[in-house]
């Protein structure tokens, strides 16, 4: 197939490198935190989201000998975000504000996610949250509780978003759409059973992540929806959702909308695909 | 042509073509950076990842 092999995954520990990277143009494509790409692009930057990279799969966790148990017992407490500009910090915006709190009751640090296992260990902060598998790696190694799961507050929780730089949309739109339509047949065929995710988790956790198997599969599987991989198309609801919380909770300023950051002609030409006939390598 | 404007013209001729042969003979035009990055960029796409879900 024309453009097979293309595709250069670019591994990163922290979103501040991403976002350097795609506004000096370094990388054409990038996953980002949605709110963060939003930013970006009320900034200027040519940018627009053009997919999702998987539902849910965010939780707060706590130190297992905490005697925090609800979301007022975060009163006072250090909280470990991995951006200012991420679903992470809204969710706590959100959930704060639920329970009769704002974020003045509580003092967000922001911390690259890798880092995050060790300084709930040494309790340097009270609570982490960021994507997967660093709160589940807590769990694994028996020091770590789940305060809450994303999906749980914030069903259909969207973290991370595929973002392209305006140039590459112009200049290779067939390879964005192909990407797009990779991602999208991936997240059918990780849905096509547990050990499609078992695979996934074996072969990921080897090539791209440099973890340990045993935690991606962990992940994946418990409980399984812990990460949804399907429904990935841009929903403009979901984005105007974050939109006017992001407004609410002061990191996004008002006059920017769906069509501005997002580009869903993409995700719409990939609806209707087929899963990824996928074998791991011997 | 003053006789100045020739001596600089020598001069100038000279030092390009020294450059043009360092260039040329030390580096090689097949590795020159911009031309790799070009070439690089014309075949492959990046995609920045954090190892998150």
């Known amino acids: 197939m024309k453009g097979e092999g293309i595709y250069e995954p670019v591994r990163f520990s922290g979103f501040p490198e991403i976002k350097e990277s795609i506004v000096s143009g370094h990388l054409p494509a990038t996953f980002m935190l949605a709110p963060l790409a939003m930013v970006l692009r009320q900034q200027g930057v040519p940018i627009k989201i053009v997919y999702l990279g998987h539902r849910d799969g ?13 979301i007022r017992d975060l009163r006072g407490k250090t909280i470990a975000v991995p951006n200012r500009y991420s679903n992470q910090y809204l969710i706590i915006f959100k959930a704060l504000r639920d329970n009769g709190m704002s974020v003045k009751d509580v003092k967000i640090v ?173 | 042509m003053s006789k100045g404007l020739k001596l600089a013209s020598v001069v100038l001729g000279g030092f390009l073509t020294l450059s043009f042969l360092h260039v040329w003979l030390n580096v090689g035009f097949e590795n020159l950076r911009w031309r790799r990055r070009a070439e690089a960029s014309e075949k492959s796409f990046r995609v920045g990842f954090l190892p998150v879900t």
């Open chain 1, 58 to 70: 965010t939780a707060m966790m706590v130190h297992k000998d905490s005697a925090i148990y609800s």
């Open chain 1, 110 to 282: 922001e911390m690259a996610p890798p880092d995050m296992p060790a300084a709930l260990y040494s309790r340097s902060v009270d609570a982490i949250t960021s994507g997967e598998p660093f709160m589940a790696q807590t769990q694994l190694e028996n020091y770590g509780r789940v305060l809450y799961q994303a999906k749980d507050i914030w069903p259909n929780f969207i973290s991370c978003v595929l973002v392209v730089h305006e140039s590459a949309i112009k200049e290779h739109r067939d390879w964005v759409q192909r990407l797009v339509d990779g991602i999208a047949s991936s997240g059918k065929w990780l849905e096509g059973g547990m050990d499609h995710r078992m695979m996934a988790a074996e072969a990921v956790s080897k090539q791209y992540y440099n973890q340990n198997p045993r935690l991606l599969q962990y992940v994946l599987s418990t409980p399984p929806d812990r990460i949804t991989y399907d429904n990935l198309s841009l929903a403009r609801s979901d984005f105007e959702q974050i939109e006017a919380l992001a407004v609410e909770a002061g990191i996004l300023k008002k006059g920017i909308g769906f069509d501005d950051y997002a580009d869903p002609s993409f995700s719409l030409q990939a609806q209707g695909g087929k899963a990824y006939n996928w074998e791991s390598p011997k």
